[in-house]
């Protein structure tokens, strides 16, 4: 069976970073692109960032140059380091796992809450 859970949330003043972790269990993590969305309230989910199996990134315009995603194969954990995060950057962050190098893939985690706020 297939787990991804989320960690590493929280509160945090606008200038602020966080840094957000996946692990994911019951599959060959090292195949698997691992993705972030994130959902602020009354909006549709969105993406952030990704990296495939080879270790290319991939962001969304907003983000580019605050985040940085990566992954530890050896530990099954992609981390997304979040620096001069802004209120904008509030909602539930959520990663998602597949084997398609692009979009959504088949497993998601729980969300972990990010609000950036003074």
């Known amino acids: 069976q297939v787990q991804v859970v989320e960690s590493g949330g929280g509160l945090v003043q606008p200038g602020g970073s966080l840094r957000l972790s996946c692990a994911a269990s019951g599959i060959i993590f090292s195949i698997y692109t691992v993705g972030w969305y994130r959902q602020a309230p009354g909006k549709q989910r969105e993406f952030v960032a990704r990296?495939?199996?080879?270790?290319?990134?991939n962001y969304v315009d907003s983000v580019k140059g605050r985040f940085t995603i990566s992954r530890v194969n050896a530990k099954n954990t992609v981390n997304l380091q979040m620096n001069s995060l802004k209120p904008e950057d509030t909602g539930v962050y959520y990663c998602n796992v597949g084997l398609r190098v692009s979009g959504m893939g088949d497993y998601w985690g729980q969300g972990t809450q990010v609000t950036v706020s003074s």
């Open positions: 990296i495939i199996s080879d270790g290319t990134p």
